[in-house]
C-alpha cells in the first residue's frame, strides 16, 4: 500500500498546548511571527494511524487500571528488527517508562551511589549535565574533540585517564544532541573496549536512532560485544520520532536478567511509573506498517531540510561554522568567529536574532558557550524564512 503524508502545512499551534509556539520574547519586532526552533519537538502533525489507534480506544469510554496488551511488545521488537537490525529482543528485556528522561535517571540510580562520578560527553544535551549535579552526582566531563576533517570524536585517551582515577558510569547520547553525530560502529566498539576493561556501566540514550541520515546507521550500543549487551541499559521511544512529547511513553532495553530486576523495581518503587492508555495506543499506532512509512518520509524531508540550512550557513555566513548533517533534526552552529570579527557578543547576537522572529537555542547549556541549536524539523519554507531572516537581519545585516 502507498502511502502519502503531509510535511508541507505548517500548523498554528498556537493556544493548543506548545511550549515552543506560546512562546514569544517580549522584544519580538512587529511584524515579524516567530519561528520556534528551539524546542525539540517537531512542527509536523503526527502520523495518522496513531490519531486513529487513540480514536478508536477512545470510543470505549471506561478508562480503568488495565493489562499491557501482548502486542505492546511484539510491535516494539519489530520495530527494532526493522529499523536497526536487533535480533534476539524478547518481552522480558523490555520496561515501560514515562520518559526516556526518567528512564536515564532511574538506570543511572541503579549504578551509582551519591558522590560517584559519571562520564557525559561536552557539549551534550543540557539535562544530562543538570540531572547529574542535582541528584548528587559529580559529571565527568570528556570533551569532544574535532579531528582534521571537522567530524567531531570521542576522545578514547582522555576517556580512560578518568575511568582509571575510578568513573565507573558512561551516559551515552546516540545520535548525539546537540551535534548531530551518528557513532560509526568502530567508535561504539572502542568505546566499549574501554569500558570493558574498567568494568563500567553504560546508559544510552538512544531516543534519536530513527532519525539517521542517508550514508549512516545507528549502531546500538548493546549489538557490539556481550559485555556491551549485558552492561548496558537503553532507551528509545516513538515520542521523539513520532512527535508525542505530550503523550509521554517510552521505553527500555536490558539483556541482563538480574540488572533488569533490579531496574523494574527502582522504576516503580514509588508507582509513579505505570504505563497509561493513550500512550500504548499511541505507540502500537506509531510501531505499525503505516508509522514506518511516515518516519521513512519524515526522515527524508529532515534531511533535506538540514542539507538546505548547513549549505546556506557555510555559503551566506561567513565567520559562522557547522557540521555535516548525519542525524537527528537538530544542527549546532559555532559562531565565535563571527563573533570576534564584528565585536558582538554571543547574547547580542541571540537577541538579535529572537527579536527577528527566529527562535533559536542558546548553546552555553550543551556547554557550546560560543554556539546555538537550531531545530530543523519544520516544513521547508518555514527553515527558508528562517535563514533569509538570519541573512538578511543579523549575520550580513546592519544593527
Same mark, same amino acid.
Given at each position: 500500500m502507498a502511502y502519502e503524508f503531509d510535511?508541507?502545512?505548517? @500548523?498554528?499551534?498556537?493556544?493548543?498546548? %506548545?511550549?515552543?509556539?506560546?512562546? *514569544?520574547?517580549?522584544?519580538? &519586532?512587529?511584524? =515579524?511571527?516567530?519561528?520556534?526552533?528551539?524546542?525539540?519537538?517537531?512542527?509536523?502533525?503526527?502520523?495518522?494511524?496513531?490519531?486513529?489507534?487513540?480514536?478508536?480506544?477512545?470510543?470505549?469510554?471506561?478508562?480503568?487500571?488495565?493489562?499491557?496488551?501482548?502486542?505492546?511488545?511484539d510491535v516494539i521488537i519489530k520495530w527494532q528488527e526493522r529499523k536497526h537490525g536487533v535480533t534476539g529482543l524478547k518481552k522480558e528485556n523490555i520496561m515501560y517508562h514515562h520518559g526516556v528522561h526518567g528512564g536515564n535517571v532511574h538506570a543511572l540510580r541503579l549504578f551509582c551511589h551519591p558522590g560517584d562520578?559519571?562520564?557525559?560527553?561536552?557539549?551534550?544535551?543540557?539535562?544530562?549535565?543538570?540531572?547529574?549535579?542535582? @541528584?548528587?552526582?559529580?559529571?565527568?566531563? %570528556?570533551?569532544?574533540?574535532?579531528? *582534521?576533517?571537522?567530524?567531531? &570524536?570521542?576522545? =578514547?585517551?582522555?576517556?580512560?585517564?578518568?575511568?582509571?582515577?575510578?568513573?565507573?558510569?558512561?551516559?551515552?547520547?546516540?545520535?548525539?544532541?546537540?551535534?548531530?553525530?551518528?557513532?560509526?560502529?568502530?567508535?561504539v566498539e572502542k568505546m566499549m573496549e574501554l569500558c570493558e576493561k574498567y568494568e563500567v556501566k553504560v546508559v544510552s540514550d538512544e531516543i534519536w536512532a530513527d532519525f539517521v541520515f542517508t550514508g549512516h546507521k545507528h549502531v546500538p550500543v548493546q549489538s557490539v560485544s556481550e559485555y556491551a549487551k549485558m552492561n548496558t541499559i537503553a532507551l528509545y521511544a516513538p515520542s521523539k520520532t513520532f512527535?508525542?512529547?505530550?503523550?509521554?511513553?517510552?521505553?527500555?532495553?536490558?539483556?541482563?536478567?538480574? @540488572?533488569?530486576?533490579?531496574?523494574?523495581?527502582?522504576?516503580?518503587?514509588?508507582?509513579?511509573?505505570?504505563?497509561?492508555?493513550?500512550?500504548?495506543?499511541?505507540?502500537?499506532?506509531?510501531?505499525?506498517?503505516?508509522?514506518f512509512e511516515w518516519a521513512k518520509q519524515l526522515i527524508a524531508t529532515i534531511e533535506g531540510n538540514a542539507k538546505y540550512a548547513v549549505d546556506y550557513i557555510r555559503k551566506n555566513f561567513e565567520g559562522v561554522t557547522v557540521g555535516d548533517p548525519e542525524g537527528t533534526y537538530v544542527i549546532f552552529v559555532d559562531t565565535k568567529e563571527w563573533c570576534e570579527k564584528h565585536g558582538k557578543t554571543h547574547d547580542e547576537l541571540f537577541k538579535q536574532a529572537m527579536s527577528y522572529g527566529v527562535g533559536w537555542q542558546d548553546g552555553v547549556g550543551f556547554k557550546g558557550n560560543t554556539h546555538f541549536r537550531i531545530n530543523l524539523a519544520q516544513p521547508r519554507h518555514r527553515v527558508e524564512e528562517a535563514m533569509a531572516r538570519l541573512d538578511k537581519y543579523v549575520f550580513n545585516g546592519e544593527w
Open positions: 510535511f508541507v502545512t505548517a @500548523l498554528d499551534r498556537k493556544g493548543h498546548d %506548545s511550549s515552543a509556539a506560546d512562546y *514569544e520574547p517580549a522584544y519580538l &519586532r512587529e511584524g =515579524f511571527d516567530f519561528i520556534p526552533m528551539a524546542v525539540a519537538d517537531m512542527g509536523f502533525k503526527t502520523c495518522p494511524a496513531i490519531v486513529e489507534s487513540i480514536k478508536e480506544r477512545l470510543e470505549h469510554p471506561i478508562f480503568g487500571y488495565f493489562p499491557h496488551k501482548e502486542e505492546y511488545y562520578k559519571i562520564m557525559i560527553h561536552t557539549p551534550i544535551y543540557a539535562s544530562f549535565r543538570r540531572n547529574i549535579k542535582d @541528584l548528587g552526582w559529580n559529571a565527568v566531563e %570528556s570533551e569532544l574533540v574535532i579531528d *582534521e576533517n571537522g567530524v567531531y &570524536r570521542m576522545d =578514547f585517551e582522555d576517556m580512560e585517564k578518568e575511568f582509571k582515577a575510578g568513573c565507573r558510569t558512561l551516559l551515552f547520547c546516540s545520535p548525539h544532541n546537540p551535534l548531530g553525530r551518528v557513532w560509526e560502529k568502530w567508535e512527535n508525542l512529547a505530550g503523550m509521554m511513553g517510552s521505553y527500555s532495553i536490558c539483556y541482563n536478567p538480574y @540488572l533488569q530486576a533490579r531496574y523494574a523495581r527502582q522504576s516503580y518503587l514509588t508507582m509513579y511509573n505505570k504505563m497509561t492508555l493513550p500512550s500504548m495506543y499511541a505507540l502500537l499506532g506509531a510501531y505499525s506498517d503505516e508509522g
